[in-house]
């Protein structure tokens, strides 16, 4: 077998693409409602197909580069919680996992993953998708794998758990194993930004990274229908606060040589982090770029995969796929 295909659906900003990418596989369509973030692939990867279409409104039929690839992915929009996500059609979110499951129906790819909030593998929070994927899954001749990663154990500067399926066909799957991690240390966010923080001459930028020795609290996009970029919900913003980070807003330039960091004096003496600098944080390479308003730039990064857990991911199921 030479080069693997995928489809992947609710692509985003590209996270999972870039990752399995990077593990040896190339897609035949990427699907996304979002304007920006088709745009967003368009502009990084011009040669790739991009839909911007409804994830329940994709008709496989009407696309045949869908078919018989061997995997796809969907880095699904996080549902709402285990006690909501429990009733059966309680969300648009939930509909958009079992339809991923159905969407291997006409597919048939050889593999499938679907990535979502950690919780995601819990067959009590998530009894009612579990029952359908395991019903839906074996009739179609797949066995398959719950598991729990967190980005920071594969260099991504941010604690970010993330909950995984992959189902790979029966004759595969005895070869799957999940990925392990691959640092033995958490990178932590003032050694990952320092160099940004540094690049406008901000003399302050050594001591405040100096101070940042955890990995950054879980980047949170937010919905279309909230207000403006900000770092998260409360507990997230006191976490970047005893990073140094003003998490109330995200910065529109790095800091330059006159600005003072003086965590004493309150909120407006901690630095705000960019857009751009988010994107790091989520394991984006700087060559990435995030198209759109800030806000929408920040959303898209935001709801991501981190590209390197997309990598340890798409590995995994390649060495199954090529035993």
């Known amino acids: 077998m030479s080069g693997l295909t995928f489809v992947d659906v609710c692509a985003g900003a590209g996270g999972l693409a870039l990752g399995l990418e990077r593990a040896g596989f190339e897609p035949t369509l990427l699907l996304d409602e979002d304007a920006d973030a088709c745009r967003t692939l368009r502009a990084n990867r011009p040669h790739w197909k991009v839909l911007q ?7 496989p039929s009407e696309h045949p580069e869908s078919y018989d690839v061997d995997l796809l992915s969907a880095g699904l929009p996080r549902v709402k919680s285990s006690a909501t996500s429990a009733r059966a059609g309680s969300s648009e979110e939930e509909k958009l996992l079992r339809a991923s499951i159905y969407l291997a129906h006409a597919v048939r790819p050889r593999a499938l993953v679907i990535e979502n909030v950690p919780t995601l593998v819990d067959p009590n929070g998530f009894r009612d998708f579990h029952d ?7 009739h179609l001749g797949y066995e398959f794998s719950w598991f729990l990663l967190n980005a920071a154990d594969f260099g991504v500067p941010q604690d970010r758990k993330q909950g995984v399926l992959v189902a790979i ?14 640092v033995t240390e958490h990178m ?4 990952a930004l320092a160099p940004s923080m540094r690049s406008r001459g901000w003399k302050d930028a050594d001591r405040w ?33 005893k990073l140094g980070v ?11 040589a006159d600005f003072t960091w003086d965590p004493e004096i309150g909120r407006e003496g901690l630095v705000k982090i960019t857009v751009d600098q988010t994107a790091l944080l989520q394991g984006f390479p700087e060559s990435w770029e995030i198209t759109g308003r800030k806000t929408a730039r920040y959303r898209q990064i935001g709801h991501a995969s981190p590209p390197p857990v997309g990598e340890a991911i798409g590995r995994a199921v390649a060495r199954a796929l090529r035993s």
């Open 132 to 138: 359908f994927a395991r019903a839906e899954l074996e």
């Open 209 to 241: 990274a100096a101070q940042a020795i955890t990995v950054a609290p879980t980047l949170v996009g937010g919905s279309k229908n909230r207000g403006g970029a900000d770092l998260g919900p409360t507990g997230s913003k006191r976490k970047w606060e």
């Open 169 to 182: 066909k029966k004759q595969w799957f005895q070869a799957f194993r999940p990925p392990s991690p691959i």
């Open 188 to 191: 932590p966010v003032g050694e």
């Open 53 to 59: 279409a409804d994830l329940l409104d994709l008709d």
């Open 246 to 256: 003003n998490a109330h807003s995200l910065g529109d330039e790095i800091p330059g």
